[in-house]
């Protein structure tokens, strides 16, 4: 193997799946940051019209006390603001359970890592490929620490899905 045919698959191969890696990672961990966040603000939302809405039903009760509202209107009301009190703060703690179950955050983190540590190794081809005297060890020792990189990060979703213990409430 010559230099200039390991420079070819340093640069060509190993280079452009390091950078493919890296920035699939970058922009996953963006990606389940977000999820995490509208998912947090969904839940909060539908906690603060569950809230609201409890606050109009009693005004509303309070208006049908006073008789300022008829009676069958405040029955069909009734009906609807139970419906909302029971359905917005049920979709507020799934979406929360979602949320917390997923664990985007801790994703999100773990592709960062993967992110920085792909960018360390593609940081490295640059330095390593214009050398002259490039060698077959060198550019090996490149490749296989960009599979355990891949390899480490693969292990880390396991990890973190195999501790977690979901059950369904019966």
Do not use: C
């Not at 214009?130 to 060890?137: F, H, S």
Request: proline fraction near 2%; aromatic fraction near 8%; glycine fraction near 6%.
């Amino acid at each position: 193997m010559t230099s200039s045919y390991l420079r070819a698959a340093l640069t060509n191969i190993l280079d452009v799946h390091v950078s493919a890696q890296r920035d699939y990672h970058r922009a996953k961990a963006q990606r389940l940051t977000n999820v995490h966040h509208r998912l947090d603000k969904l839940s909060e939302k539908l906690f603060q019209i569950a809230v609201a809405s409890v606050a109009l039903y009693l005004v509303i009760a309070a208006a049908a006390a006073a008789h300022l509202l008829e009676k069958d209107a405040f029955k069909a009301l009734s009906n609807v603001f139970t419906f909302l009190g029971v359905a917005l703060p049920t979709l507020g703690g799934a979406i929360a359970g979602i949320r917390y179950f997923g664990d985007f955050e801790r994703f999100a983190a773990i592709s960062e890592i993967t992110a920085g540590k792909l960018d360390a190794v593609h940081d490295r081809i640059a330095l390593l490929a214009p050398v002259e005297a490039l060698d077959y060890g060198a550019v090996a020792d490149l490749a296989h620490r960009a599979d355990e990189i891949v390899v480490s990060e693969i292990e880390n979703w396991q990890a973190v899905f195999g501790g977690k213990h979901i059950t369904v409430p019966v």
